[in-house]
């Protein structure tokens, strides 16, 4: 993992009220943890710069051995999901082929950890990178998007 030491406190405040403004206009019923999580996410990856997996996602997939290395692999896929939902239309990787990878990882650390937010995460995949993906789009011209739309 590649994290800034930047304080994340500034970038939870500026990315809470985006979030709940796509949960809220798309009437989606995700619980308060989960929409903690998704702010969280973005607060954590609006400071990186290692957003792919390497090698690929699905040579990683194979090698997968504790929890957190998972839940890495599993947060990964969504933020690729989210803001690239077209990555391996190229290669003819079908659309859901991330989103598959990233549900079992984070049925797995459910299952490692016991923590039902991964449960949560796991069958809730789809709607979690809708509501990241439409935070980022409708909110492209904030500051605090710049590190995902350049």
Excluded at 17 to 35: K, N, S
Excluded at 127 to 147: D, E, F, G, Q
């Amino acid at each position: 993992m590649k994290y800034s030491t930047v304080d994340t406190a500034p970038w939870v405040t500026a990315f809470t009220p985006m979030v709940d403004q796509v949960i809220e206009t798309q009437a989606l019923p995700v619980p308060l943890v989960v929409r903690a999580y998704l702010v969280a996410f973005l607060a954590a990856w609006a400071q990186r710069s290692d957003f792919v997996p390497e090698p690929s996602f699905a040579e990683r997939w194979m090698t997968l051995r504790t929890a957190e290395e998972t839940k890495e692999f599993a947060d990964q896929c969504l933020f690729c999901v989210s803001l690239f939902p077209n990555m391996g239309e190229r290669r003819g990787i079908p659309a859901g082929y991330y989103s598959d990878l990233g549900s079992m990882a984070y049925a797995q650390v459910y299952r490692s950890s016991g923590n039902p937010l991964f449960q949560l995460l796991s069958r809730g995949f789809d709607p979690c990178a809708h509501v990241l993906h439409y935070t980022v789009s409708l909110n492209k011209t904030s500051k605090w998007m710049t590190p995902f739309v350049g």
